[in-house]
């Protein structure tokens, strides 16, 4: 057994912020079988080679969406991408991009968090549902939840940040995940929250930054399609731009 | 409360003409593309060439068939120009200027042939 | 306050402002779909300038030709020349290739339900055959209407 395993040259990019001024590489030799995962070549390096070596994961089964990282160049759940994929070439690991380095493959992801806060992800209902008794439930057909369903398997991994180029030039943009969720809250026939959430979407900074690269709903591990929802917050806030141009609100 | 909400884009104008123009560039420009090509093939025929005199004649002295080749004109400019003031920003370019010269651009290539077929139209009759 | 030394000191990558879309084929996918606007634009200022010339035209002597050498030149030398007419072969090959990106990403805009009472969404495949049939219509309609009135 040990003499038919296969073995894959893994480059893992390593930062230590007590002793390295910039990321260095450090590449490995990782045997593997067909369902060998990056995070498991992962392991395989901590418990082998280097016990010191940073990453995030939790569930292992693209579930909590902190594995996120770039496997030679692209945005990846780690524990969701097989070296099978690979077999021949080689395989470069990278922390997430367009997040800080905190060490190893561990990102700040603290500005994709404050951002999805921003849109307000919660249901906001109506003054009339506002204080109904726990014992009642809201009513929603198959066809008010499929509105949203997709939208709602988001898992806050961040690889559609990664992959946002406009998010890359100008961190302003409030981004591809947090427009999803804006966009799932939104067509929630339970919500009534979507005017609290407007600034967020008409604005520059908002739906206004993407100019539909598309590359986020390539990436998504989800298949959430966040290019989708975001274009159809477009529609929204183009219909809202008309309306206050006739009716000004304020 | 309100001052710490971002402020409203002017952006949706834009986005729909860009849109709309998009649209005429997808389905019409390649056929007008091909006129265009077969007039250059044809221009030796004075008479009976494609878009020979008679023909644009008739197509400018209609002021449906004139407004069409100005809405093709107008959008056409918005779309491209918006599209490239977008892509200025992708080769990291962040300025407003890019934004006067792109709208401002737009605006003059269609003021330019409004004025220049209402021009005809006037002198055609 | 904690009495632990921190030893935070996140590093953030440098951004390659103008060279980043070299770094993926998709990116470069997405610049070279951007770029057939400028050809775009090319086409609408050709259409101008054809405005332009006719413009110039005094028509009343049309049977002169002199009264009409603006538009002469624009048909003969400028249309007619071989380089403008490779380039606007690049302009045809360009657009269509814009049509076929746009047509792509419409679908994504484009959410609705198959009727009032399906939990089924409007298959993608409906929305691009309804552009490409919108654009095989326009083409027809107009190098007809073009070939017909010539």
Known sequence: MEATQKTMKVTVLRYRPEQDKEPWEQTFDVPYHKDTSVLEALF????????????????RMAVCGSCGMMVNGVPHLACKTFLRDYEGKSMKIEPLANFPIERDLVVDLSDLIEKIERIKPYIIPDAKNANMPLNKNFKQTPM??????????????????????QYKLNPKFIGPAALTLLYRYNVDNRDAGAKLRAPFLNSEEGAWSCTFVGYCSEVCPKHVDPSSAIQLGKKMSATDYVFNMIKPEH | MRQFLPTRSDEPMYWLLFGAGGMVASMVLPA???????????????NSGFLNLNQVHNIFSNWLLSLIVFGVVFLLSFYALH???????????HSK?????????????????LGLQLLMYVKYF | MSEVKSYRKPYNPPVKKATWWLENPFYVFYMVREATAVLALFAVLEIVLGIFSLALCEYSQAATLTGISPYIWYLQDFLGNPVVMGLNVVILVSQLFHAVTWFALMPKAVRV????????LLPEWVTKAALYAG???????????AYLTK
């Open chain 2, 83 to 93: 599209r490239m003031h977008h892509s200025s920003h992708d080769f990291g370019i």
């Open chain 2, 32 to 46: 007008i593309m091909v006129v265009l090509i077969a007039a250059g093939y044809t221009s030796d025929d004075l």
């Open chain 2, 97 to 113: 200027l890019t934004w006067y010269i792109a709208y401002g651009l737009a605006a003059a290539v269609s003021f330019v042939s």
């Open chain 1, 44 to 59: 395989y390096i901590k418990d082998n080679f280097e016990p010191s070596l940073s990453f995030r994961w939790s569930c």
């Open chain 1, 144 to 165: 008010q939840m499929e509105a949203y369903l997709q939208f709602a398997q988001c898992i806050n991994c961040g690889c559609c940040y990664a992959a946002c180029p």
């Open chain 3, 113 to 120: 339900f198959m009727n009032k009472n399906s939990t089924e």
């Open chain 3, 135 to 145: 654009l095989i219509g326009a083409t027809v309609v107009i190098l007809a209407v």
